[in-house]
C-alpha cells in the first residue's frame, strides 16, 4: 500500500524520531484512519492545566510539612518531659530544663507557622502575586 513517505522518513521513525504532521497524514490516508488516532499523545496544555498542577504541588509539599510536625511536636512532649523529670529528680533548685524547651520551642512554632499559615508571608501565593505584579498581568 504506497504511502507517499520516503525511505529516509520510515527511516527516522523507526529509530524512534517523532513523525512530522505529514507523514501523520499520509500514514492516515493510507490505513483510511483519522491523523488524530496516530497521535493520541500529542495534547496541548492549557494554563490552567500548569495552574493545576502548580496547586498540586504546592497542596502535597503543605502536607509533607504539616505531617512532619505531628511527629515534631510529639518528639518535643517526650523529650521535655523526660528533661524535667531527669531536672527535678537530680537538681530541683535550678530549672535548667527551660532552657531546653525554650531553645527548642521557637523551631516548634516555626514549623507551625510553615505547616498551618493559609498565606504566610511568602508562601507560594505571596510568590504568585508578585510575578503577577511584576508582569502586570495575572498568570
Not at 527535678?88 to 507557622?113: N, T
Amino acid at each position: 500500500m504506497p504511502t507517499g513517505l520516503s525511505v529516509g522518513t520510515n527511516q527516522r521513525m523507526e529509530s524512534g524520531h517523532p513523525a512530522g504532521t505529514g507523514t501523520l497524514k499520509s500514514l492516515a490516508a493510507a490505513f483510511e484512519v483519522d491523523s488524530s488516532t496516530l497521535n493520541p499523545e500529542q495534547t496541548m496544555t492549557s494554563k490552567a492545566d500548569i495552574s493545576i498542577d502548580r496547586q498540586e504541588k504546592e497542596a502535597f509539599r503543605q502536607v509533607r510539612t504539616l505531617r512532619g510536625f505531628y511527629p515534631h511536636v510529639i518528639r518535643y512532649l517526650i523529650v521535655a518531659l523526660a528533661l524535667l523529670a531527669i531536672n527535678l529528680i537530680v537538681s530541683p533548685r535550678r530549672m535548667w530544663v527551660f532552657w531546653v524547651m525554650g531553645g527548642w520551642g521557637p523551631g516548634i512554632l516555626m514549623h507551625a507557622f510553615r505547616g498551618f499559615r493559609s498565606d504566610g508571608l511568602r508562601g507560594p501565593r505571596w510568590e504568585r502575586r508578585q510575578v503577577e505584579k511584576g508582569l502586570g498581568r495575572s498568570i
